[in-house]
């Protein structure tokens, strides 16, 4: 099912290209962590956390973030465990 979906909803990588700050907090979401976490973290409050990851989802077409760490996670762009 998921080489279906891959195939039929490409996302391409190239398209918007994620930034380095979008790219760390969606990694820190990978890892289980909360948008407070993040934040605190980073040195960024919640709201900012939210807005990258906001961001992040609109680039991937993903309607949640769990989605937009799946299509990231498939093409490479992040890794789970990797900071």
């Given at each position: ?27 820190w979401a990978a890892a289980g962590k909360t948008s407070w976490e993040i934040g605190h973290i ?42």
């Open positions: 099912m998921y080489e279906c979906y891959r195939r039929c909803c490409p996302f391409n990588r190239s398209a918007a290209p994620l930034t380095k700050r979008e790219l760390e907090c969606l990694n980073l040195g960024i409050s919640e709201r900012t956390v939210n807005f990258h990851i906001g961001n992040c989802m609109q680039k991937t077409n993903s309607a949640n973030r769990q989605q937009a760490i799946s299509k990231c996670l498939s093409i490479e762009i992040i890794s789970c465990g990797t900071f």
